[in-house]
């Protein structure tokens, strides 16, 4: 999928083009300032065969394309936070086209987390060092002359931020299409009630603000989107639409969350995105792991050797 927004004479307008990445039903953003040929990456997808473990790396390699087909000058790989459902590639287009990869300062919160479920050992650092830019609540920064900020959105996890390109916001997983609702509060760090006042933070931008979706799937109702508005999500989004009240929105989201099963891919997800993209270190063959904690095994069945 590669499709453009065309909204002309405004200045304050992004180009967007969206791709999506079928496997984790992931849409990642090229950004293009309208007065330049400067651009961000929003959410870039490794492909990663998890029965193989094997990497590919054609969801990257279609928006390289797309910036060199356009003569783009690639200055942001932004992540909206530590995803658990996919692989950043935001390395991998680094390492193609330059840029700076830049995520929310709360990373570390994350990062100190993950750190103990993985048992990463001293090495790895726990301050965001292996991100470019930690932006921090109500950063400005530009792509080109192109005015941009952030707001600090946790809720599904400490570090997710919502940024605000022009007269767009790109929302991560903190919001879904209207009739999809609102992200799961269950992960370590989560929490419905933050979440809902993340939540309240976007839907007081304007009225007309287009709001670009990281996740969405099909239904019987209608195809994939990604673009929706700030008044259509008050009118009509299932958790919090105009009215809904918080404690009303815990109580529905923690009983959803109970529901739900573990993403995927949140393992090998969540080892590389806290990384910035990058894997732990080749061992002695040369060969890179990743790690799968096993909780209630009996002492019995481990091995001395």
Known sequence: MNSRDKHSGNSATPEVFAFIEADTNTFSYIVK???????????????????????SYHSADEIIDCIEAKGLQLELLIETHVHADHLSAAPYIQQK???????????????????????????????????????????????????????????????????VIGDSAFVGDTLFMPDAGTARADFPGGDARVLFNSIQKILSLPEKTKLYMCHDYESDDREIEY???????????????????????????????????????????????????????????????????????????????
């Open 33 to 55: 300032d309208p007065d330049s040929n400067a651009c961000a990456v929003v959410d870039s997808v490794l492909n990663l065969d998890y029965a193989s473990g094997t990497i």
């Open 97 to 163: 086209l330059g840029g700076k990869i830049a995520i929310g300062e709360q990373i570390s919160e994350v990062q100190k987390v993950f750190a103990t479920v993985f048992n990463t050992g001293a090495e790895f650092a726990r301050d965001g060092s292996q991100f470019d830019i930690l932006l921090s609540d109500k950063q400005h920064y530009k792509i080109g002359d192109l005015d941009c900020y952030v707001m600090h959105t946790p809720g599904h996890t400490p570090a997710c931020m919502t940024h």
């Open 227 to 305: 673009l929706t508005t700030v008044v259509e999500q008050k009118s009509n989004n299932i958790h919090v639409s105009a009215g809904t009240k918080v404690d009303d929105f815990v109580q529905l989201r923690e009983a959803r969350d109970k529901t739900l099963g573990m993403p995927r891919l949140i393992l090998p997800s969540l080892q590389v995105n806290m990384r910035a993209g990058h894997f732990p270190k080749a061992e002695q063959n040369e060969q890179v792991y990743l790690k799968i904690p096993i909780a209630g095994l009996k002492p019995s069945l481990v091995s001395d050797s």
